[in-house]
């Protein structure tokens, strides 16, 4: 059984803060994190990494510059981040900070390689100087700083007094900054579990102890109007509007939520200096989620049987529940296969619809846009964010009007753990090839622009 305990901490630890796309980041915290504990002259700085991380972050863009690439990221981190800061790494960049940090960059002081590891998410890094070697490494979840060593001594996690201590909640508890993967609650326990014994563990969750949702949404609305306001990256959120004022589009609450979505992922993904409330290992997760949800539970607030807070908290849960099946990092767009189906089945959860309504909800999500490719984190992820929360919001509305998609299509199971083994089967055994070929793509690519 799902107690409340254990479903409280799965929401707390699926949320996180960050300023920038996760995996350069991440990369450049590791990197980071190894050179202050360091110090000198670097000589080199190797990176190594899993083929996920690098799809998503070779043509991003990088938080406070207008530059791209997994170099550039690592350069910028050495030369202004504080790895005490994990996710947050770049908060203190300033514009004096670019250009050393791109003479680091076009140094050829930083190779990078892929790393033959199961790990979807894996960060190797080594820092040499003057005073020796610091390595740091990464394991499973972007914030998830497993070791750090300096000449081969471990300082990271034993006996360093210099971590990042732990950050408290609004109700005063300790808080796991994890994307997902640590604290003593096994993810895999959600395995197998139905919709209704979900919905029965976030129900029990006192509501007082989920304040720490609170400011959510509206951190991911001020991205969004910065994103609306300056047109960054591909400039999605600002054509919508324009589509608006010209007549062609409508301004339905779904059109809103794709714009406001588009527009927070232009802003995020084009690397301005913008906070981001993340989940489920992605800030792209969890600008879909939080807006949409966010957006279309105060569109309807007058007919919601429960909180904002305890209906994040019902999405929020199905985002780690999907998870466990498909993993952080997927062949597929993980906005698509876990963000847009919990705020499906969200807004049924807060509209009093029962959990058969949720999961028809979440298979409607499943039967129409399951199949849409990751080809890497870049300006285009605005695209498929912000349809898939157009979906999301969408698909509530028709299963609380009794649309439904028979078992029988494609990938979509009897019930919820039935759906999420057919979506496992696709993604570890189907698109295990589509997955490569990505690869082959963006690293032709990445030869292309590098020699540009």
Known sequence: MLTAEKALEFVRNNVFDTIGCTEPVAIAYAATAAYQHLGGTIESVEVSISVNVFKNAMAVGIPGSDKKGIQFAVALGLVAGDWNKQLRLFEGVKPEHLEEAGKLASAELIPVSLAD?????????KVKTEKGVAEAEIVGAHDNLTSIKVNGSQVFPQGDTNAPSPETTDDGEQKNNSTGSSGPADPAELEGLSMEELVKAVQAIPVERLTFLSGAVDINVAAAEIGLKNAPGMGLGAGIERLKQR??????????????????????????????????????????????????????EQE???????????????IRYIKVYTGLLTPTCGVTVSAAPAIA?????????????????????????????????????????????????????????????????????RDLSDSMNFLRQLQNKGLTDADKTMLEILMEKSERIAGS
């Open 345 to 413: 089945a969200s807004l049924v959860f807060a509209m009093g619809g029962t959990p058969e309504q949720m999961t028809a909800a979440v298979k409607l999500v499943l039967g129409n846009i399951a199949g849409i490719l990751c080809d890497g984190a870049k300006h285009g992820c605005a695209l498929k964010a912000a349809t898939s929360a157009r979906f999301g919001v969408q698909a509530a509305l028709l299963a609380l009007d009794g649309v439904t998609i028979p078992d029988s299509d494609g990938i979509v199971g």
């Open 117 to 125: 590891v199961p790990e979807k998410i894996y960060i190797y890094t």
């Open 304 to 318: 919601m049987q429960s909180s904002l807070e305890q209906t994040l908290a019902m999405g929020l849960l199905l």
């Open 247 to 300: 007549g062609a589009v409508g301004n339905s609450l779904a059109t809103r939520v794709e714009q406001y979505v588009a527009a927070a992922a232009d802003s995020r993904m084009s690397g301005m200096m913008v906070p981001i409330k993340g989940c489920g290992g992605s800030g792209n997760h969890g600008i879909a989620y939080f807006l949409g949800t966010g957006l279309a539970f105060r569109e309807y």
